[in-house]
Structure formats: structure tokens, C-alpha cells
């Protein structure tokens, strides 16, 4: 498909049944429909697979400045560390841009447990981000609470002050079977491709009334977690009025990967409330099972979370590759991924790994020496773990909304994305987009050899795009093989250097750097979704 | 082939090429050469299926009373509750008996690992067994000591006490594509059925010369070994000469998951040495790239390690159901597996698997009633780790030596060994023993609806068979599903409780209750291999 098609045929376009994207991305290409430059792609590959830095600013973002959860002093400092990378390239204004509040910074600053008695034994945990730590070195019996009724709440009262107490029942932990890393298949991606282009319904968080069954079914599902978790809340608050002196709870994964999330809120007007303690659940099974024996396990804590309070704002950071033609500079196309992590690893796949390949595309950009027409710019966010709050911001400030884009909103052509992890680009989500995908197809020939091929109408979401495309810029996230995404890294303590993958690095920051090099040079801005099929955010 | 064969008719079936050993398996079976009592075997797989004991034994033997390191405190509550339970289900004479000096126990009571700059993050560490622990709390900064020749030696000398230091540099950590988890296949199966007689020279290890193109480059692979360990030893010697404060050494493993090993002699006569810490290889790596990039890592450690020195033997844990025949009743068949682990998990899989399925198959038997001719003897080794030290003592003391076997000696008919984790039994290697296959083919038929079926010639080491094996008493080990005894628990932190499967270790109870019932009331002795392919030990 051309990209200067009337409104009414873009209309009718958009409208059409699953499309023959392959095909059509064939026809489009043999067509020479979308302007491929081949030589500045061989530029771009040579400085991205054989002068990459990718690998090394990975290490400078996790190991030592690491993790980089929002608020949080080492956040700050792989900031300036960024900075003054770009500033190191030639990037034009690399600058920190607070973007308003976001609340409390959080660090842990001292974990030691230590079971002690029938038998010793170190206890591999991490405390829940935004919760206290406990006050010095508590020596405790565990005591293992069960408060499923009302009556179960006077069974405890008075007795627990002091006391580390776990709260929940053991779950399963089966062998895994299955591999922890895979990477996308040909069938996969075929799949993928023949996606049919998402109902209005499914793009728009506007829903109000179920419509299938399907949406019933997540409501109910809803509705039953809402319930559980009020539960938990009055069972959280009985704890932190008993004093407890810590939970310890039991971790998502196994053989030492724990996965950890917020545990309290951010905002420095709520009381801190009990230290939690997510522990190994081989360790959380240990402790577990020898006191339901009648076999008193006594153990020893001492947490150490430092809250920062003095600033509460949070920021994004900015670069730019200023266009080069007069006519078309003023015209921006923008690539991001969000610098913030969870606290418990280094953040490696999530997203130092996005992070540091949208760094490396500007890198080899400049390097490369090439010259885009409109102006190119990186946003890495934070906030993003809390809910997109850096970008949404963002985005809300510089380009206003769906209903009153400003001028400068008016002048993105588009916004990449890269958010899954350490694994290979194989294609793109074009979020409901028609006319994206035979654009898509043309930039993603040149690097058929490295299995990047796939554009699929369908959505993804859960990150930044979202933020661009809630306002009808077009947004979009990469397809990404998944590698150990799922399995191991994301929000885990294993989300570290050693999960992410030189050459699948040096691949993502080869393709962002050509696809904004050609959404910068082509003639027109990127083809916007029709209104009709939009997202209402 | 029944089992009164002459000495010459079974020295020519044992020189004979490969055997269609499922064949003669099926055709023994038709002939009905090998007695199998279908009414004992329902008896059996009743109590083993719905009157389990085996997890409850499991959870007692590594939640509480592990991990179970010869020598240790821990391991000798193991005992007693195994001598306790043992006596709860009327085995006769449950003992403890000692076999002989071991050495040194050790515990490691307390483990802290904190970096602490630039960045505050805990480590997951272990000490290497028998290493002392820090004087104290240790506070230092890292110090990567690479020491590959003489020169190196004069750069750190006298710089280094106090201090923690680094020696390895990094190793690679691959994605793990492939399952952590794998069960036998009936390929696989097929394949070790298939396999030849081993040659004699390959069962005895008394060999001294090279003898094929493997056994040299085997022998240069081992004096490359000893060379890298003699620098090792060297290097190892200067640390200790310039007291540092602690090695931090890179674990196998990843994920969290960490192996340990022995770092120091557990001889009293020796000195204390340097404390040994492996830690967990993200954690290695996190340190080792700081440090690289000239940015100080700062650690607090704390680290205590008892030893016990008043008490230096060890002993193994024996029990009999009588015989019932008064002809047969001095005959025993042995059933046993080492009860000894290593210290940074529990020793679930390696090896109270093992040692809970023999004590549950001594219960089945007992609670079923049954009433075997011989007697039978279960024994649960120590020091089995350290190389097969308590059932080598055990059967030097009770049954002399191949060339001098004891009248007790000659009346073992049969010893079977479980010590492959908690995989499902699938089979017997029979170490050569060509008579042995069609009775295994017999005595597993009424299991194959679980997948026991396979009988191999092929042998198995490093284990505790090979005690018996090498006097020329009968003994075998089983062949086990791999499940994740090679990736994740053979000797790693992560050999926990987690990892056992209750229905494999229901069947392996059911076979092994079974076979040695089935050896207890065969007509003769368990037929033994001609000399001529006997190992030589």
C-alpha cells in the first residue's frame, strides 16, 4: 500500500478483513513503494555489529549503577552516566527533565536472614520495594499465621508483637520440563502475521459493559481478585497493628530466581507500614514445613530500607539528532524505552536492555554520519514499573491529547519502542495500524537475514507506546524473541548482565537505528490510524 | 539363561557378543525360569502407593535434619530419627554403627554477604565445605588477584591481608534453551539395552598403561589437571601466606542456583586455610565487571563455620527384617544408599531420596506382611561424598576381600544401591552380570505399566555397588529418570525438598520392596560373575 492515500481509502483500508500482509509487503517492496536506503543500512550495520558499545553501557547501567528503581539515588546517577554518554557523541541537549512527582525513593541497603535454629541456614530473600526495613536485628521463632475467617483474627491477637510471621500456604513447585529460553518460531511469527486487525472495543480502555463472554469472564475474575485482596488488606492491617515484626513471604520462581513487586505505597503521607519480606521458595518451603512439624524454626533479620523523601519528582531523559533538512527539521521522530526497573536484580532485560539499544541506535546514527531530514529524539522514561507515568506525562505535556494535539504533538511522526527483554527484533506490533504494516515490511527486508520479518496488526501493550498511541501518535513496540523473559527476568532478582545477549543487543540497536533513520528521511510523516479505530485514552 | 548355569557354561555366556537381552528376557520370562509372586507384588504396590510414607520421611530428613554432611551434628539427628523410625515399624536391631575415623565435622552457622558500594546489594553465597569461616565481620574492598605466572606473585605480595579477593576471571552463562528437567525415553532406553559387555580393562581400575587412543588423551586430560592444579595449590598457598580475609570464587550454576564443593581437608592435623566463599555467577559477575571498570566494590562479610573436633569416626545406619526359612535365613540380601549429603542445600536428591526410598521399602515390606526366606538388610552409608568411605569400611569389615571373602561375605547374595535423585527407576545396569538380565527382565515385568523395563550390561560408577561390586558380591544401581539431578541439585543449594517427585519416589520404593523381596525367596544365591570380567579393586 502507497502511504498517500486519501482519508476514505485509508477509511476503506482499515475496514478491509485480514489482509495478505506478507504479499502485500512483497508487492509494496517490488513496487518500491517505501524508500529503502541500502546504503545507509550497511552503514548503520557495520557500526552497530562491529564497533558496538551496547554491551559495555549494559554493564555501566546494571552492575554499577543498578537497579534503577524510580526515585531511587543510583536512578539518578545512571542518569548523569547517560548523559553524559550522549554528551560524549555529539547528541544535541542530552538533558534530565523532571516530569512532576512520583513519590518516596526506596533503597535496600542492608538484607541478612538467617535462620538459626533446628538447623542453620542463609535464607535467600529481598524485601518488597517501599517497605521499611526491620528496626535493627530482630530474633524471632516464626510463627505461621492462618487468618481465613474473623475468628481466626482473635486466635493471633496480642501474640504476635515482635514475632516474623508467614502468612501463606505452600504452593506447588513442579520440575521444569519445558526450556526457560525459546525463541520465536517460523509458525509463530506466521501466526502473528495473520492476526486480524483488532476490534475497536479491545483497543480502547473505555469499556464499560462486558461485551463477550470473555470480558465477563476477566470481570468476574476481577471482581474475585478484589475480593482476595481485601482480605489481604485487613489482614496486612491486623499485622502492622500486632507489631509483627516482619513477614516473610513466599517468591514467585525457584532455584533461587525470587520475583518481588511493590509492597507499600510511594507516597511519603502513608505510614510505612510492616516490613515484607519475599524469600527462595525452596527456603519459604523449609521454614513452612518444619513449623507445621511442631519444630520451633528461630531465625534472625536485619533489613536496612533507606527512604528519600527530600525530592519527590521524577524525570525523563532527552537527546536529540537535530534534522538536517530545513523544511522537515522541525518534524520529529522519536524513539524511548523506559530506564527504570524493579529493585530486586540489576534491571538487565527490564529495560536496561531497551534502554541501552535505543542508546546505541543514536549512538550509531551519529557515528554513522548519516544525515536524517527530520529531527531524531531519544526519551528514556521512568515511572514506567508504576504505570507509563513518565511518558504519559510526557507526552501530556509536550503534545497535549487525542482531542487537542499541540503543534509540536502534531509534528511526531512516530515513536519506537523497545520493551521485552534482551531477545532478537523479529517484527513489529502495528497496534490496529493498516498502513504501518507494508512500511514496516520494506524496513525489515534488509534484515531478513537476521529473522526480522514479522508485522502483525495485532496490539501489544503494558508499556510506553501506549502513551503515543493513547493520543493518536503513532506508537509502536517491537516483537521480540522472548528468550527468558517470562521465565527468569522480568521483576526478578536474575534480571541481571548475565541474561542479555551480545548479538541480539547489537541486532535491536542495527534495526531502531535504520527504522528511524528511514521514518526521518521518508516523504511524508508516518500514516496515522483512522479516528474510527483508534484507542480512546 | 536360568541360573544354575555351570562356571564354564556362564564364563561362555559372559564372553559372548551382545545379547538380545529383551529377548532373552522374554523368553526366561515364557519359560517361567525366574519366579515372580504377582499376590507379594500386589501387596507391595498397595502399601507403596496408598500408604506412603516417603515424603514425610523426606521432609524430616532434609527440612530438619539436613543437610546431612558426614561428620555433622545434623547428620547424626538424622540417624537417631532414622533409628527411631526404623524401630516404630519393627524392623530388628536398628543401629548406628561406626565404621571408622572420618575426620573433622563442620557446620556453617552464620553467612552474611553485603556489598555494600557502589551500589548495596546482598550476595548469595556459600562456604566451600570444611573452609573456616571470617574472623568476625569483614569489611573490605574487592581485589581481583590474577596470578598466571612467577612475576605475578611480586605484584601482590603484602597488599593483600585483610583483604577479599577474586582469583577467576568470568565464565560464560548461556540462555538455557534446553530443559532443566528431561525424562528417559524409550530411545534411550533402547539404546543402554543395546549396549555390549564392557571390556574387562575398562571395569577394573588397576589399569596402568594406555591402552587405546581414549585412555592417552584421558591420561594427558589428567596431566593438564594436575598441573592447573598444582598452580592452583601454589596460588592457594600465597593467599594463605599473605592472610587474606577471604576468596570469593565464581559458582557453577546460574540462576540462583549454586554448587559447592569441598574446599579444605577435614583432617584435624591440617590448618584452617583461607574461607572459601562461592558465590552465586551474577552476583561473581556484577563484582568482577565493578571492578574492571577501576570502580571500587566494597563488602561486608560474616561468615561462621564450626568445626568438631571431639568426635572424628562416622558410622552407617543398619536394620534387618529377619529371614523366615531356617535354611535361608543366614543368607541376606542388601538393599542401601549413601545417607550423607553436601552442605549448602539438604541433600534432597542426593541423596535422601535415595535413603527414603530403601527405609520406605523396608516399611512396605514390613506392613505388607510378606515373609521373606533370606534376610534382609538395609544399610545407609556415610562418607559415601568423600569416596564411598563407609560402605567401602563396611564391607572390608564384614565381608573381607575379593581374594578372601568371609563366610558372611559369601552369604550376601545381592546388594541394590539408589543414588541417582529422584528420577523414576526405568531399569538396572547390570555391571556386566550377563545372568542378571533376564531375572531384572522378570522381576520388573509387573512393573512396565510405570515404565521399569530396561536391563543393561553397560555398568554405572560412583557410587556405593561399587563396594560390593569390587569384592565380587553382586551389586547394583538402578537407572533412573534424570529429571534435574545433572542441571539443578547434584550438589547445589537448590537440592531441596522441591525437587523430589512423591509418585516417582512411591514407585522406586514399590521396585525396590519388590526386587528385594523377589532375591530374598529365589531359589539360589543372586548368581555372581565369572572372574575373568570381575573388576579388580
Not at 71 to 77: A, D, E, F, K, V
Not at 207 to 226: F, H, I, K, L, N
Not at 516 to 530: D, G, I, S, T, W
Amino acid at each position: 500500500m502507497r502511504p498517500h492515500l486519501s482519508a476514505a481509502a485509508r477509511r476503506r483500508a482499515a475496514l478491509l478483513p485480514v489482509l495478505p500482509l506478507l504479499l502485500a509487503g512483497r508487492l509494496a517492496f517490488a513496487q518500491g513503494a517505501e524508500p529503502v536506503d541500502m546504503t545507509a543500512i550497511s552503514k548503520i550495520r557495520a557500526e552497530a555489529f562491529e564497533h558496538s558499545q551496547v554491551m559495555t553501557m549494559m554493564s555501566w547501567l546494571t552492575d554499577v549503577h543498578g537497579p534503577r528503581l524510580t526515585g531511587s539515588p543510583i536512578t539518578r546517577r545512571a542518569a548523569d552516566y547517560t548523559v553524559q554518554q550522549m554528551q560524549s557523541w555529539g547528541l544535541s541537549n542530552p538533558r534530565i527533565e523532571p516530569w512532576g512527582t512520583f513519590g518516596r525513593g526506596w533503597v535496600n541497603e542492608k538484607f541478612y536472614a538467617q535462620v538459626t535454629s533446628p538447623v542453620p541456614f542463609a535464607v535467600i530473600g529481598y524485601p518488597q520495594a517501599w517497605t521499611p526495613g526491620t528496626n535493627g536485628l530482630v530474633k524471632s521463632a516464626i510463627v505461621y499465621v492462618r487468618i481465613d475467617s474473623d475468628a481466626d483474627f482473635e486466635k493471633y491477637r496480642g501474640k504476635l508483637a515482635g514475632k516474623v510471621v508467614m502468612l501463606a500456604p505452600m504452593r506447588e513447585v513442579a520440575p521444569r520440563f519445558e526450556p526457560l529460553a525459546a525463541r520465536r518460531s517460523e509458525a509463530d511469527l506466521a501466526k502473528l502475521e495473520a492476526a486480524p486487525l483488532p476490534a475497536p472495543a479491545a483497543m480502547g480502555p473505555r469499556a464499560s459493559a462486558p461485551r463477550t463472554a470473555a470480558d465477563s469472564a476477566a470481570m468476574r475474575q476481577q471482581e474475585a481478585m478484589r475480593a482476595t485482596q481485601a482480605t489481604a488488606v485487613r489482614r496486612m492491617a491486623f499485622i502492622a497493628d500486632e507489631n509483627v515484626a516482619a513477614v516473610i513471604e513466599p517468591g514467585r520462581g525457584d532455584g533461587g530466581t525470587v520475583f518481588t513487586n511493590n509492597g507499600q505505597s510511594r507516597d511519603p503521607k502513608t505510614p510505612y507500614g510492616t516490613p515484607l519480606i519475599v524469600v527462595a521458595i525452596e527456603h519459604y518451603g523449609r521454614m513452612l514445613r518444619t513449623v507445621e512439624k511442631g519444630v520451633p524454626v528461630e531465625m534472625e533479620l536485619d533489613v536496612r530500607n533507606r527512604f528519600y523523601d527530600d525530592d519527590l519528582t521524577s524525570f525523563n531523559i532527552i537527546a536529540e539528532i537535530p534534522g538536517t533538512d530545513p523544511k522537515l527539521k522541525d518534524e520529529v521522530v522519536m524513539l524511548g524505552a523506559h530506564f527504570d526497573s524493579w529493585h530486586a536484580g540489576t534491571g538487565a532485560t527490564d529495560n536496561a536492555a531497551g534502554s541501552a539499544a535505543m542508546l546505541e541506535a543514536m549512538r550509531v546514527l551519529k557515528a554513522s554520519g548519516l544525515k536524517p531530514k527530520r529531527t531524531i529524539r531519544i526519551a528514556l522514561w521512568t515511572g514506567e514499573e508504576q504505570g507509563l507515568l513518565g511518558s504519559r506525562a510526557y507526552v501530556r505535556q509536550q503534545f497535549g491529547t487525542r482531542d487537542s494535539l499541540t503543534d509540536a504533538g502534531k509534528k511526531v511522526s512516530v515513536y519506537f519502542n523497545l520493551d521485552n527483554g534482551t531477545g532478537a527484533i523479529r517484527g513489529v506490533f502495528q497496534q490496529g495500524n493498516t498502513e504501518a504494516g507494508p512500511i514496516f515490511k520494506a524496513w525489515m527486508k534488509p534484515f531478513d537475514d537476521k529473522g526480522v520479518k514479522a508485522a502483525t496488526l495485532s496490539n501489544t501493550g503494558g508499556t510506553d507506546h501506549l502513551a503515543f498511541d493513547g493520543i493518536g501518535i503513532p506508537g509502536f513496540q517491537f516483537i521480540q524473541d522472548e528468550v527468558e523473559y517470562g521465565t527468569r527476568t522480568h521483576h526478578s532478582n536474575m534480571d541481571t548482565y548475565e541474561r542479555v545477549q551480545d548479538a541480539d543487543m547489537k541486532l535491536n540497536a542495527a534495526v531502531i537505528a535504520s527504522f528511524v533513520y528511514h521514518a526521518a528521511n521518508r516523504p511524508a510523516l508516518f500514516p496515522r490510524k483512522p479516528a474510527a479505530i483508534a484507542p480512546r485514552s
